[in-house]
């Protein structure tokens, strides 16, 4: 927790820094938003910072195999036991389950049940990557979207070729379509995930970043 | 619902400022390209390109600043050309903050350059440009439709076709597809070679050279198959805005992202 009164300080973003592609332009928008951003991997600044951001582009095996070599497979974990808000973007959702098939089959964090899968589509006319703007449907009551009025200005930005199944356990708190339906959004409890952009994403990605930043 | 079709304005850059060619008069500087970005943000575009038209060594800082600064100030995507001939200037313009990298005249004279690119940073990262011009048809360019360079004054012999399917095969994630013949004329893209180039790839294409009127990216989206209509002029000039485009093609009934 901060030492000073929020009024004085602004709220710390770590931003978790595992040489995944444009982490910059997260921090780029957490500051355009009044917030302290610091693209880290120091456990002590992570355990200090108010909120954490698991963002990233990248393929899961590097991925996964830099987490696990500066220890932010612990920190994450830290993080999201100690109650603080912890948003997983794009890969930084993907990892956050069991498995996926990217590589040849990588082992994840398994902080939430089920896998990731490479999207199989048979329409020509649908390409992969999923790359571009797509409408999203959030849960009913998502925090995260709270500021989301208009349902018909939802859509925000993708790039990826992989997507999450998770297990039915698992609260899913939004969708799109690319050939299927398939889940896009996760929450448990502080823990929230989304495979979209904010970043990248116009107002709509500004606001969810500011729902997520108010405590959302 | 499917992913929408997007509006993508191009901003070519001189020494720091946005500038435009103009027939007989040379390149007219017309300002500052945060402030043309962030504007274009703010009417909804879906994505940028800044297109480093010297790319010559003194003015690289400069527009390397504009990248970071552009970076810093949008909440869109962009993409960076111009002067991207190698695994080391594709790695300083992605970590300025572009989010791809477009290669045109390089990736012609070193294709191998896209292959490298996609492997190092994900083929969504690598688009290629390609200036296509109309030619007879012949044994050697069989579309029609021949690929030239350094702003159209070079032939190379390839045709388009074979060189935008070897180029997905190679790695790019995407197709800049710029008509040469209808660049700047503002009457509507080239939809058949449109057509025919999406239909060829299994990558989104970006159609541009000739956009005028909103009814020309709906024609390009629809006939043309494009993933996404490229502009310049017709925003630049202030004719329209890309809230006015987005509306119009709405209208028409192209699904696009409609800001509030």
Redesign the interface.
């Known amino acids: 927790m901060s030492q000073h009164p929020a009024t004085l300080t602004p709220m710390s973003v770590a931003i978790l820094d595992y040489n995944a592609?444009?982490v910059?332009?997260v921090a780029?928008?957490v500051?355009?938003l009044g917030y302290e951003a610091e693209i880290t991997h120091d456990h002590d600044t992570i355990r200090n910072a108010d909120h954490v951001i698991f963002p990233g582009?990248?393929?899961a095996a590097t991925c996964m195999s830099v987490v696990r070599e500066r220890g932010l497979d612990i920190a994450l974990k830290d993080a999201v036991d100690s109650g603080k808000p912890v948003f997983g973007i794009c890969v930084g959702m993907q990892l956050l389950f069991d498995h996926s098939d990217e590589d040849g089959g990588v082992e994840c964090l398994g902080l939430l049940p089920g896998r990731v899968r490479r999207f199989e589509l048979d329409d020509?006319s649908?390409?992969?990557?999923?790359?571009?703007?797509?409408?999203v449907t959030f849960a009913e009551g998502e925090p995260i979207a709270k500021s989301l009025v208009?349902a018909?200005?939802t859509?925000c930005?993708f790039?990826h070729s992989y997507y999450c199944d998770p297990d039915p356990s698992v609260d899913v708190i939004a969708t799109?379509?690319?050939g299927h339906p398939f889940c896009v959004g996760v929450r448990k409890d502080n823990l929230v995930a989304l495979q979209c952009?904010p970043?990248?994403?116009?107002?709509?990605?500004?606001s969810i970043l500011t729902a997520f930043l108010e405590g959302s | 619902?499917?992913?929408?079709k997007?509006v993508i304005v191009c901003l070519d850059v001189r020494r720091g400022q946005v500038t435009k060619g103009i027939k007989f008069q040379g390149n007219v500087d017309l300002g500052d390209p945060v402030e043309y970005a962030v504007r274009y943000?703010e009417q909804?575009v879906?994505e940028l390109v800044f297109y480093d038209i010297t790319a010559s060594a003194e003015d690289r800082n400069l527009f390397l600043d504009v990248v970071e600064n552009v970076?810093?100030s949008i909440?869109?995507?962009f993409s960076v050309g111009g002067g991207i001939d190698s695994l080391d200037t594709m790695r300083t313009v992605?970590?300025a903050?572009a989010?791809k990298v477009s290669l045109n005249s390089p990736a012609v004279r070193n294709p191998d350059l896209l292959g490298q690119g996609a492997a190092a940073?994900?083929?969504?990262?690598v688009v290629l440009g390609v200036d296509a011009k109309k030619v007879e048809r012949t044994t050697e360019i069989p579309s029609g439709y021949e690929v030239v360079i350094q702003g159209g004054r070079t032939p190379t012999g390839k045709d388009v076709l074979q060189w935008v399917t070897e180029a997905e095969d190679r790695g790019a994630?995407?197709i800049c597809l710029n008509a040469i013949d209808t660049d700047g004329v503002r009457d509507g893209y080239e939809l058949e070679l449109t057509r025919m180039v999406a239909d060829a790839v299994?990558?989104?294409v970006i159609a541009s050279g000739g956009g005028g009127e909103p009814e020309h990216l709906t024609e390009a989206v629809t006939t043309g198959g494009a993933?996404?209509a490229l502009v310049a002029s017709m925003v630049h000039y202030g004719d329209y805005t890309v809230g006015e485009i987005k509306t119009a093609m709405a209208a028409d009934g192209v699904a696009v992202?409609?800001?509030?």
């Open positions: 592609g444009n910059t332009s780029h928008a500051r355009r582009v990248g393929a020509p649908l390409k992969v990557p999923h790359m571009g703007w797509n409408p208009d018909s200005d859509a930005y790039v799109t379509d690319h952009h970043e990248k994403s116009g107002p709509v990605g500004m | 619902m499917a992913l929408l997007r943000d909804g879906d970076a810093a909440r869109i995507p992605l970590l903050g989010e940073f994900g083929a969504q990262c994630g995407e299994r990558i989104p993933d996404a992202r409609i800001t509030a």
